[in-house]
């Protein structure tokens, strides 16, 4: 076994699980609004400084802190906040740093909820929002301006999974005082490391790959020790996403095998994607990690390995092609989300009731995610649905 792979069942495993009470191996769930002190001293301690106090679980919890400590060793980070859901880390980890007249740059093709924070809640403060591709560090320089204060970065994209060299834009923005914010869902702490390439925040959808079961929603925020005390002082205590300890419990269990499903979803998506790419009746495939793909070489430097989300073409402009596609999958259940341990698929133009409205570059892209199934069968499924594409 490498050192990283020691270091790394050693987090999952161990890490902050020391005089478990009564011995426990798994640790418990405690489920309580608040805590008790012996003493009129205990307790003004406990009130002076509620980020390092257990006072009330609307702000720490012991379980909810021991699932923080465990994702922040695994992003290498100091410190991490669990939120509700993955907007919410979002919108906590971009709110804290801006005021009226700031501006901001962001990808273009990021979460559609992270654009409504931009387009429409942001906005009401008087904070502007410039999108840009984000392939080259040029599209962010051109973007900048004299109030700019923050880059939302999301590498690979929603849906078209361009990438972001993150080094260049996290040293761009450093100089410049500008801060940096990463949705790193995609990658998962096992394959992308932003901190470590330089940027300043990085937020998770935990409902996605570290919850893996499809069961929680959550998300978590993971920075320095005094990011993450200023987002907890600023922006979480006065706002309230508290995640229930269950929910820590929950996706604590879950990241127990990271490791283990992260390789399997990565596998079945490379098998998935190269069989696609050969397929006549399919246009192009999305995925970072096809040796074709445009930004291939920046995928392999700057990450580990890939997930189980990708997208293609068909090489179709009729709806009714993508319709029957679709409803003839048999085993991709059709949903939202992804990073589970089932295959989804989401196509793009089932966002428009209105055929007529879709953008030429929706029309026929579909957003799969390879779940854990085994990759025959998976393969199978996705042949019959192509041969119903005229």
């Given at each position: 076994?490498?050192?990283?792979?020691?270091?790394?069942?050693?987090?999952l495993?161990?890490?902050?699980?020391?005089?478990?009470?009564?011995?426990?191996?798994?640790?418990?769930?405690?489920?309580?609004?608040?805590?008790?002190y012996?003493?009129?001293e205990?307790?003004?301690?406990?009130l002076?400084?509620?980020?390092?106090?257990?006072?009330?679980?609307?702000?720490?919890?012991?379980t909810?802190n021991?699932?923080?400590?465990?994702?922040?060793?695994l992003?290498?980070?100091e410190?991490?906040?669990?939120?509700?859901s993955g907007v919410?880390?979002m919108?906590?980890?971009?709110?804290?740093?801006?005021?009226?007249?700031?501006?901001?740059v962001?990808?273009?093709?990021?979460?559609?909820?992270?654009?409504?924070?931009?387009d429409t809640?942001?906005?009401r403060?008087?904070?502007e929002?410039?999108?840009?591709?984000?392939?080259?560090?040029s599209?962010?320089?051109?973007?900048?301006?004299?109030?700019?204060?923050?880059?939302?970065?999301?590498s690979?994209?929603?849906?078209?999974?361009?990438?972001?060299?993150?080094?260049d834009?996290?040293?761009?923005?450093?100089?410049?005082?500008?801060?940096?914010?990463?949705?790193?869902?995609?990658?998962?702490?096992?394959?992308?490391?932003?901190?470590?390439?330089g940027?300043?925040?990085?937020?998770?959808?935990?409902?996605?790959?570290l919850?893996?079961?499809?069961?929680v929603?959550?998300?978590?925020?993971?920075?320095?020790?005094?990011?993450?005390?200023?987002?907890?002082?600023?922006?979480?205590?006065?706002?309230?996403?508290?995640?229930?300890?269950?929910?820590?419990?929950?996706?604590m269990?879950?990241i127990?095998?990271?490791?283990v499903?992260?390789?399997?979803?990565?596998?079945?998506?490379?098998?998935?994607?190269?069989?696609?790419?050969?397929?006549?009746?399919?246009?192009?495939?999305l995925?970072?990690?096809?040796?074709?793909y445009?930004?291939?070489?920046l995928a392999?430097r700057?990450m580990?390995g890939?997930?189980?989300?990708?997208?293609?073409?068909?090489?179709?402009?009729?709806?009714?092609?993508?319709?029957?596609?679709?409803?003839?999958?048999?085993?991709?259940?059709?949903a939202?989300?992804?990073?589970g341990?089932?295959?989804?698929?989401?196509?793009?133009?089932?966002?428009?009731?209105?055929?007529?409205?879709?953008?030429?570059?929706r029309?026929?892209?579909?957003?799969?995610h390879?779940?854990?199934?085994?990759s025959?069968?998976?393969?199978?499924?996705?042949?019959?649905?192509l041969?119903?594409?005229?």
């Amino acid at each position: 076994m490498t050192d990283k792979n020691k270091n790394l069942t050693a987090i999952l495993h161990h890490q902050g699980e020391q005089g478990m009470p009564y011995g426990a191996v798994s640790p418990p769930i405690f489920q309580t609004s608040i805590f008790c002190y012996s003493s009129f001293e205990e307790f003004q301690e406990a009130l002076a400084d509620e980020t390092k106090s257990y006072l009330y679980t609307r702000g720490n919890n012991p379980t909810v802190n021991l699932l923080e400590e465990k994702i922040a060793a695994l992003e290498k980070g100091e410190k991490a906040k669990l939120v509700g859901s993955g907007v919410a880390a979002m919108s906590l980890a971009v709110s804290a740093y801006l005021k009226t007249g700031d501006h901001i740059v962001a990808v273009e093709d990021c979460y559609s909820w992270t654009r409504y924070l931009a387009d429409t809640y942001l906005k009401r403060f008087g904070i502007e929002c410039t999108y840009v591709e984000g392939t080259r560090i040029s599209d962010f320089e051109q973007a900048i301006r004299p109030n700019t204060r923050m880059i939302i970065l999301e590498s690979p994209t929603t849906f078209t999974f361009k990438l972001q060299n993150l080094k260049d834009v996290a040293d761009m923005a450093r100089s410049r005082g500008i801060k940096t914010v990463i949705d790193n869902t995609w990658a998962t702490p096992l394959f992308q490391n932003p901190l470590e390439l330089g940027i300043d925040l990085v937020t998770h959808s935990v409902s996605k790959y570290l919850g893996g079961n499809s069961d929680v929603v959550g998300g978590v925020i993971i920075g320095s020790d005094k990011d993450i005390r200023h987002i907890f002082n600023n922006e979480f205590l006065v706002n309230g996403p508290v995640p229930d300890p269950m929910l820590a419990w929950l996706v604590m269990r879950s990241i127990r095998t990271l490791h283990v499903r992260m390789p399997v979803h990565y596998d079945n998506a490379k098998t998935l994607t190269e069989y696609l790419s050969r397929h006549a009746k399919v246009e192009s495939v999305l995925y970072p990690f096809l040796p074709e793909y445009p930004q291939y070489d920046l995928a392999c430097r700057q990450m580990k390995g890939g997930s189980g989300l990708f997208s293609f073409r068909l090489k179709t402009r009729d709806i009714e092609d993508v319709k029957r596609f679709t409803n003839s999958l048999r085993y991709f259940k059709k949903a939202v989300s992804w990073g589970g341990y089932e295959s989804l698929v989401f196509p793009a133009a089932v966002k428009w009731t209105d055929p007529s409205l879709i953008p030429e570059d929706r029309l026929s892209l579909i957003r799969c995610h390879a779940g854990l199934e085994d990759s025959s069968l998976l393969l199978e499924d996705l042949e019959q649905a192509l041969d119903r594409v005229n």
